[in-house]
C-alpha cells in the first residue's frame, strides 16, 4: 500500500514538475509580453497597449470568425459524421478490420494529408487531371478556390479527415464497454428502427465515454497550425497561423500583440470547450423531450446513410491524398491534365544525404525515447493506482490530458525564452521533453481501459502463489498486457512523427525531424521531393504500427489463449 | 590560402589584418557554423551542403543549415536569446539576411561587427559608399553583412502558353483583363509579393527621390495613390479574383507548372533554367524584366552578437566570397545565381573560370536584364505592406 503511494506520488511529482509548471511557466513568459513586458526588445511597461494592437490588426476579426467556424464546425461534424459511420457498421465490420481500415488515417501525420489533399483538390489537382479534358473540356484548370478557400472549407475537409478515424476509434472502443446487442434487440422490440435505437438509446451512453477525446478534437481543431497553412485561407488566415505569422514578422514590435493572440488562442479553447459543457444540460433536455415522445419511426436510417456515405468519400479523398504523394515521390514531369507524369524518377529517394536521411535518423531517435520515456511513466502511474487501490481523481486525469488542452503556441513561444535562460534550448533533449508533453497523454488514452480491464484473478494467483508485487508486474501484468502496450506506443510513436511546433520551437530550428522538414518544404514548389519526406512520415507509423502487431503475434506464438483478448 | 599566406609572410607582408585572419582560422578549426537559410528552394539548399563539405575539407569548419519557412524566424530566435539573457554561445552563428530583417537586427545592436570589410576576400568587391554591396535597401551596411548572391526581380513565363508578355506593371492590367484570373503574386506578407509591389511603386512614384529617404505620411500618400489606383483596377481581374495569394514564390511558381496562372515571379534571373534543369517548369519557360528595369538587391550574410561559432561563420562568409565559390554559385547547373564580385577586380584566371560557365536557352544576357532599380528605404516596404493590409485583409 504504501510502495502504491509512493510510486503514485514520483510520478504525480515528475508530471508536476515535467508538465504542469513548464506549461504554468510558458504561459507566464507569453502573458507578460502580452501586457506589454519583454525587455529584449525594449519593452518594460506593463500596460494593454498589446491588446489594442492586435484589436487593431487587419483581418483580426476575420482570423477569429475563421478559427471558431473551422474550429467548432469540423468538430460537430466530425462528431456526427462518426456517430451515423460507427451506427452503421457497428456489429457488420469486426473491430479489428475497423481499426485495419482506419490505421493509415491514423498514422498519417497531418502536414502529410494536407499536402496531399492540396494537390488532389485544387483546380489544376489530381482529380481535375483525371477528368481532364475529356470530361471537363479543361485544357488549362480553372479559376475555382477549391483549396485555400475564405471559408475554410477545404481546412474543415482536411481536419475531418484527421479526426473521424480517431472518433471511429474511441467510439469503438467505448461500445465495447456497453451491452450494444442487448439494448438493440430491447429497442427492435418495442418497434423502434435500428437508426433511430442508436440514436436515442445508444449513443447517450456512449456519449460520456468520449468527451475528453472530442475536447482534445475540438482544442487541436481550434488551433492546428500545419494542415491551416496548407488547406486555409491565406488573407487573412486562421488565428493559429495570423499568430506564426506575427511572430516572426520582420518588425519586432508584433512580438507583442503576437503574444497578446497567443494568449487569447489560449482563452478561445478553453470558452469553446466551457461552450461545449454549457450546452449540454441543453442537449440533455432536448434529447429527454424528444425520448419521451416515443418516435419510433425508421426516418433516422436515410441520415445514417448520408453520414456513412459522407464518411467513405471523405476516407477515399484521403487515401487518395496519400496514394498522390507515393506518385509524386517518384515522378519527374507531371504537368495538368495528365492523369499520370509523363516521365519518372528515383532521384528524390536516391539522395538521403542530401536531407532525409538525416531527418528520417532524428524522427527515429526522438520517436523512440519520447515513447519509451511515457510508456514507462504512464506503467509506473497505472500500478500505482493498481498498488494504492485507488482510481484516478480528476484532478489527475486533467493533470495528464492538460497539453492536449491547452493550445501549443499558447506556451511554447515562453517555454523556449524559459529553456533558453536555463541555457538547455536547441537540443534533442528539449524536444524529446517537449514530446513527452504530448505523447504521454496519447498513451495514458490508449493504455489505461485495457490495463483496468485486465483479469484481476491471474494477478491474485499470482500473490498466492508468493509473487510480490514487482515480480506480479513482470510476470504476469505487462506480459498479458503486451499488445495494447505495443498499440499504445506505435500510437505514442505516431504522435511523436507528428510533432510540429514543439520540435521546431525547443530544437531551435536545430533539430530537423521529417515533419518539420516536411512542412519547411511544403512552403517550397517541389512536390516531388514533399512526396519523399511525406511518404516517409506517413511511413513510420505505419511501420510503428505494424510491429504493434507482430509482436504479440510472435511473443504469443506457443500461447494462443493470450493472443485474443485485452 | 595556406600557401599564399606562407608566401605574405616570407615576403614580409603581414599586414595586422592578415595576422587577425589566421588567428581567425585557427579558432574556426573544428567549428560547426548553423547557417540559417530559408530552405524552401531545393538547389540552394544543395549549394550550402556544398559549401559546407568545401569548408570542412579546406578549413576544417562544418556547415548545417537550418532551413528556415521564413528568415524572420532566426530574428526572433536572437531576440528570444536576447531576452534570456544568453550573451553567447547563441544557437544561430549566420543568416541569410537582407532589408528588413537587417535593419531590424541592425538597430537593436544583435548584429557581430563590423567584419565584412576584413574577410580577406572583399578585397573582389565593390565597397564604394553607393556601390550594391555596401547599401542594403538604402540602408549603409557598414561591415555588418557580407554579400553573397545578387538577386534581381524577374517574372517567369511560359513561352508556349503567353506570346507577349506584358512590357511594364501597367501592362500587367491590361493582360489581366484579356485573361482574367491568370495573374497573382506572393502574398504580401512574404518578401516576394512585397517586391512585386514595389515594383509597381517604384514604376508609378511620381517623385523617385522620396523613396530613398525614410517614410513619412505625406510621401507615402503621394507616391502610393497612382499605385491604389492601378490595384484596385487589377484586383478583381486576379487568380482568385485578388482574395486568397500564393504563400510564396515557390508555391507561385508550381501554380505556373500546373497552368493555374500565367507568371511567376522570382528573384533570380536564373530561375527559369534552373527550374527548367530541376524539371519544375516546362522547357519553354522563360524570364522577362518590365522595361524599365527592376528591382535589384545583393543578398548578404549576416552574424548575431552572441553567436557561439563567429569565428567559423567568418570563414564561410569569406568562403562565400572566393572566386571560384562565386563562379561555382553562377553554374546554371548548380545555383545560377548572378555573382556579386565587381569584374573589374578579377584577376585572368578568375575571369576565365566565368567566361568557361554553361548556358542555357532559359538564361538572359545581363543586357536583357535592363537597369537595375535601387530598393526603396526599407521603411517603404514595412508601410506598404501595412497599408496593404489595411485595404485588403478585411
Known amino acids: 500500500m504504501n510502495d502504491g503511494r509512493a510510486l503514485r506520488a514520483v510520478v504525480a511529482f515528475a508530471l508536476m514538475g515535467g508538465i504542469v509548471l513548464p506549461i504554468l511557466a510558458g504561459f507566464g513568459q507569453t502573458a507578460r509580453a502580452a501586457f506589454g513586458v519583454l525587455p529584449a526588445i525594449g519593452a518594460v511597461e506593463w500596460s494593454l497597449t498589446p491588446w489594442a494592437q492586435l484589436f487593431a490588426l487587419p483581418g483580426f476579426g476575420t482570423s477569429l470568425r475563421l478559427t471558431l467556424v473551422t474550429g467548432l464546425g469540423s468538430t460537430l461534424l466530425a462528431l456526427a459524421l462518426a456517430a451515423g459511420f460507427c451506427a452503421l457498421m457497428h456489429g457488420r465490420m469486426a473491430q479489428s478490420a475497423m481499426g485495419r481500415l482506419l490505421m493509415p488515417f491514423l498514422a498519417a501525420p ?44 477545404a481546412l474543415i475537409v482536411g481536419l475531418l479527415i484527421k479526426e473521424i478515424p480517431f472518433l471511429l476509434l474511441v467510439m469503438g472502443s467505448a461500445l465495447g464497454q456497453l451491452p450494444v446487442r442487448q439494448q438493440m434487440a430491447a429497442g427492435r422490440a418495442l418497434g423502434y428502427g435500428r437508426g433511430v435505437v442508436w440514436v436515442k438509446l445508444i449513443m447517450p451512453q456512449v456519449y460520456p465515454l468520449i468527451r475528453l477525446p472530442i475536447f482534445i478534437v475540438l482544442a487541436f481543431a481550434l488551433s492546428v497550425v500545419d494542415m491551416a497553412i496548407i488547406l486555409g485561407p491565406s488573407n487573412p488566415p486562421t488565428l493559429a497561423v495570423a499568430i506564426m505569422r506575427w511572430f516572426s514578422a520582420p518588425d519586432t514590435a508584433l512580438l507583442l500583440p503576437a503574444s497578446a493572440a497567443a494568449l487569447l488562442q489560449a482563452v478561445i479553447v478553453a470558452a469553446a470547450i466551457g461552450a461545449w459543457i454549457g450546452a449540454e444540460p441543453l442537449a440533455k433536455r432536448l434529447g429527454l423531450w424528444w425520448l419521451r415522445r416515443g418516435g419510433r419511426g425508421h426516418r433516422a436510417e436515410p441520415g445514417l446513410l448520408a453520414a456513412s456515405s ?51 535518423q532524428a524522427t527515429l531517435v526522438i520517436g523512440v525515447c519520447a515513447t519509451a520515456a511515457s510508456l514507462a511513466l504512464a506503467i509506473a502511474w497505472l500500478e500505482g493506482e493498481d498498488r494504492a487501490r485507488r482510481a484516478r481523481a480528476t484532478w489527475a486525469q486533467a493533470l495528464i490530458y492538460l497539453p492536449l488542452l491547452v493550445p501549443q503556441i499558447g506556451f511554447l513561444y515562453g517555454l523556449n525564452v524559459l529553456f533558453l535562460r536555463l541555457g538547455i534550448s536547441g537540443g534533442m533533449l528539449a524536444v524529446i521533453w517537449a514530446q513527452i508533453l504530448f505523447v504521454f497523454p496519447y498513451v495514458m488514452i490508449a493504455l489505461s481501459d485495457p490495463w483496468r480491464a485486465l483479469d484481476c484473478q491471474h494477478v491474485r494467483a499470482a500473490a498466492a502463489l508468493g509473487a510480490g508485487p514487482w515480480r506480479r508486474l513482470w510476470a504476469v501484468k505487462l506480459p498479458m498486457l503486451i499488445r495494447p502496450l505495443m498499440v499504445a506506443a506505435a500510437i505514442g510513436f505516431a504522435v511523436s512523427v507528428a510533432q510540429y511546433l514543439p520540435t521546431l520551437f525547443m530544437g531551435a530550428g536545430r533539430v530537423a525531424t521529417l515533419t518539420t522538414e516536411a512542412v519547411t518544404l511544403a512552403s517550397g514548389s517541389d512536390r516531388r521531393i514533399v512526396g519523399v519526406y511525406a511518404v516517409l512520415q506517413a511511413g513510420l507509423p505505419f511501420i510503428a504500427y505494424g510491429i504493434a502487431l507482430m509482436v504479440p503475434a510472435f511473443v504469443y506464438r506457443n500461447r494462443r489463449g493470450l493472443s485474443g483478448g485485452a | 590560402m ?19 585572419w589566421q588567428q581567425t582560422l585557427e579558432a574556426a578549426r573544428g567549428q560547426t557554423v548553423y547557417w540559417n537559410a530559408w530552405g524552401g528552394d531545393a538547389r540552394t539548399n544543395a549549394f550550402i551542403a556544398w559549401v559546407g563539405e568545401q569548408t570542412e575539407a579546406k578549413y576544417g569548419v562544418k556547415v548545417e543549415q537550418v532551413k528556415l519557412t521564413d528568415t524572420a524566424t532566426a530574428v526572433t530566435q536572437v531576440i528570444s536569446e536576447k531576452a534570456a539573457g544568453k550573451d553567447s554561445g547563441g544557437s544561430v552563428d549566420m543568416i541569410w539576411i537582407n532589408g528588413p530583417n537587417f535593419l531590424s537586427m541592425k538597430e537593436q545592436g544583435l548584429l557581430h561587427g563590423p567584419f565584412a570589410n576584413d574577410l580577406p576576400n572583399a578585397k573582389y568587391l565593390d565597397l564604394s559608399p ?47 483583363k484579356a485573361n482574367p484570373g491568370r495573374v497573382t503574386h506572393p502574398d504580401v506578407s512574404n518578401f516576394m509579393g512585397a517586391t512585386f509591389l514595389k515594383q509597381a511603386l517604384i514604376e508609378f512614384a511620381p517623385d523617385q527621390a522620396a523613396l530613398q529617404l525614410p517614410v513619412t505620411d505625406a510621401a507615402f500618400e503621394a507616391a502610393a495613390s497612382p499605385l491604389w489606383g492601378w490595384y484596385d483596377a487589377l484586383r478583381p481581374f486576379m487568380w482568385r479574383e485578388g482574395a486568397t495569394f500564393p504563400e510564396n514564390e515557390s508555391v507561385q511558381q508550381q501554380l505556373l507548372n500546373d497552368g493555374e496562372v500565367d507568371f511567376g515571379v522570382s528573384f533570380d534571373p536564373a530561375s527559369a533554367a534552373g527550374a527548367i534543369a530541376e524539371g519544375l517548369l516546362p522547357d519553354t519557360a522563360r524570364v522577362f524584366v518590365p522595361e524599365g528595369g527592376s528591382i535589384g538587391n545583393i543578398s548578404f550574410v549576416a552574424i548575431p552578437y552572441n553567436a557561439a561559432n563567429r569565428e567559423g561563420a567568418e570563414v564561410v562568409a569569406n568562403f562565400l566570397l572566393d572566386p571560384a565559390t562565386q563562379a561555382h554559385q553562377q553554374n546554371i547547373e548548380v545555383l545560377g545565381s548572378f555573382s556579386v564580385l565587381d569584374p573589374s577586380k578579377l584577376n585572368v584566371e578568375a575571369a576565365a573560370l566565368f567566361a568557361a560557365l554553361p548556358s542555357s536557352p532559359a538564361l538572359p544576357k545581363l543586357e536583357e536584364l535592363g537597369p537595375t532599380l535601387l530598393e526603396p528605404h526599407a521603411s517603404w516596404m514595412t508601410k506598404l505592406v501595412a497599408a496593404w493590409g489595411e485595404r485588403y485583409t478585411k
Open chain 2, 130 to 176: 553607393n556601390s550594391a554591396a555596401s547599401v542594403d535597401f538604402t540602408v549603409p551596411v557598414e561591415g555588418y553583412e557580407s554579400a553573397w548572391r545578387l538577386a534581381r526581380f524577374v517574372f517567369t513565363y511560359d513561352s508556349a502558353v503567353v506570346a507577349e508578355p506584358p512590357r511594364s506593371m501597367a501592362g500587367f492590367l491590361d493582360y489581366a
Open chain 1, 110 to 153: 497531418h502536414a502529410a494529408l494536407a499536402i496531399g489533399l492540396a494537390f488532389l483538390l485544387t483546380p489544376s489537382g489530381w482529380i481535375a487531371r483525371l477528368l481532364s479534358p475529356w470530361a471537363t473540356g479543361w485544357d488549362r484548370p480553372p479559376d475555382l478556390a477549391t483549396v485555400n478557400d475564405g471559408w475554410g472549407v
Open chain 2, 2 to 20: 595556406r600557401s599564399l599566406m606562407i608566401a605574405a609572410l616570407g615576403l614580409g607582408l603581414a599586414t595586422p589584418a592578415l595576422a587577425d
Open chain 1, 310 to 360: 459522407v464518411v467513405l468519400t471523405l476516407l477515399v479523398l484521403g487515401a487518395l491524398a496519400l496514394v498522390s504523394l507515393l506518385v509524386w515521390s517518384i515522378a519527374w514531369r507531371w504537368s495538368f491534365p495528365q492523369g499520370l507524369p509523363q516521365s519518372w524518377s528515383l532521384k528524390g529517394w536516391m539522395t538521403p544525404g542530401s536531407g532525409w536521411g538525416r531527418a528520417f
